[in-house]
């Protein structure tokens, strides 16, 4: 009789990926502090965890990361109260110092992954324009004809994504990302609490409209359900509640 292994990875050469999550900024919209969002970095994590991949973590300009407040299971609003594997992430001592001390974008070697996933949370609306390292380096990777990901306002990313040709990447791509309708709902919340007057959106501008207008054909599958689409080596995720489904697809694309 033989055993089995119950996770039949490659070990000897496993599947690595590279995990992008945004560095702390200022929301020119309201004001507030924003940053990367917890599960957009654990729900893939736990995903390529049990798939036996190799994970790292860095951000654009490297350094201590902070996530959106309603991200965090323990934040009052009980907005994530739920999420379990963001929880468990962030009260796990060695996983929690991950996003205490990332490496910037410009150190990735393209050569030792296989994949790289943009996650999202707010700061990405505001702070990716700047964040030329990482266009460069998203580009990289989809020109080498490895994985290329983005979710949620990850997507962000592909506003300003330029091929070496001088074209856009998301040009003609099939992609989705942070929806109107969730945009909708998202300004519709806050009026409802009054922390922001009815003449003002909490983003600078939308991910779907964006898109459209720069020749993408933007996908989504209805408001707050977990959803990925792939076009060849991109690969996009709808939004926070589709972290475990883009990185799925990944590990669907690239194997064990």
């Known amino acids: 009789m033989s055993l089995r292994d119950p996770n039949p990875s490659n ?7 590279a995990i992008v999550i945004a560095n702390p900024t200022t929301s020119t919209t309201t004001g507030w502090p924003v940053g990367f969002w917890w599960s957009e970095l654990t729900h893939p994590y736990y995903a390529f ?25 323990r934040d009052a609003s009980g907005y994530s109260a739920s999420d379990l594997i963001s929880m468990g992430f962030i009260n796990t001592p060695g996983l929690a110092a991950l996003v205490e001390k990332t490496k910037p974008v410009s150190e990735i070697n393209v050569g030792r992954f296989d994949a790289l996933i943009v996650a999202g949370g707010q ?11 990482l266009h460069k380096k998203f580009v990289e990777f989809y020109e080498a004809g490895k994985i290329a990901c983005a979710l949620c306002h990850g997507v962000a990313l592909l ?4 091929l070496s040709n001088g074209e856009l990447l998301a040009k003609g791509k099939t992609v989705t990302g942070f929806a109107n309708v969730e945009e ?3 300004d519709n919340a806050v009026w409802g609490m009054g922390a922001l007057p009815k003449d003002k959106h909490l983003m600078p501008w939308r991910i779907e409209d964006e898109l459209k ?20 080596n991109l690969i996009t995720g709808q939004q926070n509640f589709s972290g475990t489904e883009t990185a799925n697809l990944i590990i669907e694309t690239l194997g064990r």
């Not at 965890?49 to 299971?73: L, N, Q, R, T, W």
């Open 184 to 186: 909708d709902f998202a």
């Open 123 to 133: 700061a990405p609306m505001f702070s990716f324009e700047k964040a030329t390292d």
């Open 49 to 73: 965890h049990e798939a036996g991949y190799e994970v790292e973590i860095f951000s654009p300009a490297g350094g201590k990361c902070e996530a959106d407040g309603m991200s965090d299971p």
């Open 213 to 232: 207008r720069l020749g993408a054909n933007f996908v989504q599958a209805g408001m707050w359900r977990g959803f990925a689409v792939r076009d060849g």
């Open 11 to 17: 070990k000897s050469k496993p599947k690595r990926v």
């Open 159 to 162: 506003r300003y994504a330029k």
